[in-house]
């Protein structure tokens, strides 16, 4: 799959989004941020609560092409997306609200600046106790350049076991997120087959193969 060149969201649209995102915030109070991929092992917030939470009207896909820090234009990698239908185990962090829009500005340019997601507000359970609480999580655009929809098992493995970019391989972000998912009590079965299978391809080749590793 070749992804069409996009421009990055400059300064002015960053803020416009988030200061849409905020308007039903009310400035004092703690907020919660839904993380279903790359914010359970690196979640670059300042937080006071971190909790297991399930969302619902929402899965975990690999579904977002990268072409900078998981792969590059002539072999674009793979990340994971918060796509329509089912629902989604993660982590909600609480945020207190004296820094928050510090922090939000920071998350914002780490999201937000490809405009691939939506941030929006969803209902999600806790798993640690019967409460349910308001989270903004980023939900994948589907008019996105690098939207790759729904990929086959082949497809995937294929991209995991070749695509690599600035931050590593797109099997060392899913294996981040494989292994953190399960230390934190949430598995995702499907991602680990995955994961296991990319290793194995790998290994039947003879060529270096990532491995779990400490995230924390």
Known sequence: M????FAKLGPAELAASLDAALARWNGHSPLWVFGYGSLIWKPELEFDLRVPARVFGYHRRLCLRSIR??????????????DRGGCCAGLAYRIRPERLRQQFER?????????SYDARWLRAQRLDEQQALEAIAFVV???APNYAGRLNERELIEILTSACGHYGSS???????????RAHGVPDPHLERLAHKAQHLLTAHNLPVPQLASTS
């Open 2 to 5: 070749n992804v069409p060149p």
């Open 69 to 82: 820090y998981r792969g590059s234009f002539d072999c674009p990698g793979i990340v994971a997306g918060l």
């Open 107 to 115: 998350l914002w340019e780490r999201e937000m600046f490809m405009g």
């Open 141 to 143: 655009r589907h008019d």
């Open 171 to 181: 099997l060392d972000y899913l294996l981040r997120t494989v292994e953190s998912l």
